[in-house]
T-cell receptor, first 114, second 114 residues
Framework: GAVVSQHPSRVICKSGTSVKIECRSL??????MFWYRQFPKQSLMLMAT?????????EQGVEKDKFLINHASLTLSTLTVTSAHPEDSSFYIC??????????FGQGTRLTVV | AQKITQTQPGMFVQEKEAVTLDCTYD???????LFWYKQPSSGEMIFLIY??????QNATEGRYSLNFQKARKSANLVISASQLGDSAMYFC???????????FGPGTRLSVLP
């Protein structure tokens, strides 16, 4: 079946630095990918929709200058958390799907900002 | 707007017993899909089962079945013969057939007791 690979699975960074998270669809072309954030014991909250070749669409309340999304190819989307702060610590997870099929999720990235 | 409700924050079930996880949804779209995902402590999202809004029969996948009652807008997940490895968070999700974004419910934490 289709697989989405997300890297890294865990990252610890210092406050003020930037962190890049990659999301790759391994065996299908994904014109659209989604980035979610999940706080402990809560559900997935959509942050933004990543569109290949165009600007991402951000959900209300998500700072686009802090969470930079780039979808440079049909198989890769990246999320960069810029100038990270402790409140950005969270679990970030991406997904991609072909139309009218289940979404395939990456393994998730646990970000800890110290 | 689409909305998913899961009223059971936590459930316990004895090993080898069946358990039903509740999910109700709200949408004005005539065409949509309903999904169940399992999230173990590792964080990955594991697809379990899918039900299309026009499907006449309830979906089944191995030990998982979906009790779809369209008029009541419910899509409960039934897990038969529970196993210890079934202990995890379970999310009900919905997507209309015009877009690819998923709306997730708050989740139910299932604990299987030996």
């Amino acid at each position: 079946g289709a697989v989405v690979s997300q890297h890294p699975s865990r990252v610890i960074c210092k406050s003020g630095t930037s962190v890049k998270i990659e999301c790759r669809s391994l065996d299908f072309q994904a014109t659209t990918m989604f980035w979610y954030r999940q706080f402990p014991k809560q559900s997935l909250m959509l942050m933004a929709t990543s569109n290949e070749g165009s600007k991402a669409t951000y959900e209300q309340g998500v700072e686009k200058d802090k969470f930079l999304i780039n979808h440079a190819s049909l198989t890769l989307s990246t999320l960069t958390v810029t100038s990270a702060h402790p409140e950005d610590s969270s679990f970030y997870i991406c997904s991609a799907s072909r139309m009218n099929t289940e979404a395939f999720f990456g393994q998730g990235t646990r970000l800890t900002v110290v | 707007a689409q909305k998913i409700t899961q009223t059971q924050p936590g459930m316990f079930v004895q090993e080898k017993e069946a358990v039903t996880l509740d999910c109700t949804y709200d949408t004005s779209d005539p065409s949509y899909g309903l999904f169940w995902y399992k999230q173990p402590s590792s964080g990955e999202m594991i697809f379990l089962i899918y039900q299309g809004s026009y499907d006449q029969q309830n979906a089944t996948e191995g030990r998982y079945s979906l009790n779809f009652q369209k008029a009541r807008k419910s899509a409960n997940l039934v897990i038969s013969a529970s196993q210890l490895g079934d202990s995890a968070m379970y999310f009900c999700a919905m997507r209309n057939n015009y877009g690819q974004n998923f709306v997730f419910g708050p989740g139910t934490r299932l604990s299987v007791l030996p």
